[in-house]
């Protein structure tokens, strides 16, 4: 009797290249959306994007939420609502800056929470390259070439949040693994960023080509690059993984230059190299932990 061939293995892309997607994946979201605010908002886009997201991720996930407890609760509503507030107030950034810087001041938030509360002089090294970073960027007065100040605020803001959106999806992954908890999470930022959304006159401006647009966003900045990196997080380890995301303002910049025709200064360049070095530093030098996943 024959043997009864065997199932061929499931094709997967190797781990450092599906985070390299990730990252192309996010940016080139960016960029696209950022071509939206005209006709969207900054808000409305936002809005869209996150939720749409959600409506993705609980039809993959298809969390039980009559079965959640009371913890549960208490911890994914807080993560939730930074999520979203994080998402918009990154939107709001892009409205003012180009997608290169926002992303650079944004790193700001999860290389804060790499290197607190450490002794080590490196780590300290790294908070300095990437203050320096940020000095650059900084809108001295005086400055010809001197960026929106709003739009910098903004991102570091979300920075701050991406910041808090690592800490609280830390205990959220203790009461609530899976990608449930996630999707749950983005149904709590969806109800954040749809009030501003709405107050930007997004039901009055939606047509089914604009959904359809922002379906694309939201595949490409979130559901797409979640795939990747969950995949990618099997078996790299948190130090390589770090290591990689740094090259995301990098990315952020050449997608902008690539797609809005955004060009930046050789000064905001090397704003941008300080962040991303000091990024990969922490990466390299921290000790073994969750890796920050972006939303």
Same mark, same amino acid.
């Given at each position: 009797?024959?043997?009864?061939?065997?199932?061929?293995? =499931?094709?997967?892309?190797?781990?450092?290249?599906?985070?390299?997607?990730?990252?192309?994946?996010? %940016?080139?979201?960016?960029?696209?959306?950022?071509?939206?605010?005209?006709?969207?908002?900054?808000?409305?886009?936002?809005?869209?994007?996150?939720?749409?997201?959600?409506?993705?991720?609980?039809?993959?996930? =298809?969390?039980?939420?009559?079965?959640?407890?009371?913890? %549960?609760?208490?911890?994914?509503?807080?993560?939730?609502? @930074?999520?979203?507030?994080?998402?918009?107030?990154?939107?709001?950034?892009?409205?003012?800056?180009?997608?290169?810087? $926002?992303?650079?001041?944004?790193? $700001?938030?999860?290389?804060? @929470?790499?290197?607190?509360?450490? =002794?080590?002089?490196? #780590?300290?090294?790294?908070?300095?390259? $990437?203050?320096?970073?940020?000095?650059?960027?900084?809108?001295?007065?005086? #400055?010809?070439?001197?960026? #929106?100040?709003?739009?910098?605020?903004?991102?570091?803001?979300?920075?701050?949040?991406?910041?808090?959106?690592?800490?609280?999806?830390? =205990?959220?992954?203790?009461?609530?693994?899976?990608?449930?908890?996630?999707?749950?999470?983005?149904?709590?930022?969806?109800?954040?960023?749809?009030?501003?959304?709405?107050?930007?006159?997004?039901?009055?401006?939606?047509?089914?080509?604009?959904?359809?647009?922002?379906?694309?966003?939201?595949?490409?900045?979130?559901?797409?690059?979640?795939?990747?990196?969950?995949?990618?997080?099997?078996?790299?380890?948190?130090?390589?993984?770090?290591?990689?995301?740094?090259?995301?303002?990098?990315?952020?910049?050449?997608?902008?230059? @690539?797609?809005?025709?955004?060009?930046?200064?050789?000064?905001?360049?090397? $704003?941008?190299?300080?962040?991303?070095?000091?990024?990969?530093?922490?990466?390299?030098?921290?000790?073994?932990?969750?890796?920050?996943?972006?939303?």
């Amino acid at each position: 009797m024959s043997e009864a061939p065997s199932a061929r293995p =499931r094709w997967t892309l190797p781990p450092i290249p599906a985070v390299l997607l990730a990252v192309v994946s996010v %940016q080139g979201g960016a960029a696209f959306a950022k071509e939206l605010f005209p006709v969207l908002g900054s808000a409305g886009t936002a809005g869209m994007r996150i939720g749409l997201s959600s409506l993705l991720l609980f039809a993959a996930f =298809r969390p039980r939420l009559a079965q959640f407890t009371r913890a %549960q609760w208490a911890a994914v509503i807080p993560y939730g609502v @930074v999520l979203g507030t994080m998402n918009l107030s990154f939107y709001k950034a892009l409205e003012r800056i180009p997608l290169g810087l $926002a992303v650079t001041l944004e790193f $700001a938030g999860p290389l804060g @929470v790499a290197v607190f509360g450490s =002794r080590r002089a490196s #780590d300290f090294l790294w908070v300095v390259l $990437a203050a320096a970073g940020i000095a650059f960027i900084a809108p001295w007065r005086g #400055d010809v070439g001197a960026v #929106d100040s709003v739009g910098v605020l903004l991102a570091l803001f979300a920075g701050g949040c991406w910041a808090a959106y690592i800490v609280l999806g830390g =205990r959220v992954a203790k009461v609530l693994p899976g990608g449930g908890s996630v999707a749950t999470g983005m149904l709590f930022g969806s109800l954040t960023v749809l009030p501003f959304s709405f107050a930007e006159g997004l039901a009055t401006r939606l047509t089914p080509s604009l959904v359809a647009a922002s379906l694309a966003v939201a595949l490409l900045s979130s559901a797409v690059p979640y795939t990747l990196e969950m995949s990618a997080l099997r078996v790299l380890s948190s130090r390589t993984f770090g290591i990689l995301m740094s090259l995301e303002p990098a990315v952020a910049a050449l997608a902008g230059w @690539v797609f809005l025709r955004e060009q930046l200064t050789g000064t905001q360049w090397l $704003a941008l190299v300080c962040v991303s070095a000091a990024s990969a530093g922490a990466a390299l030098t921290a000790r073994r932990g969750p890796p920050p996943v972006e939303a």
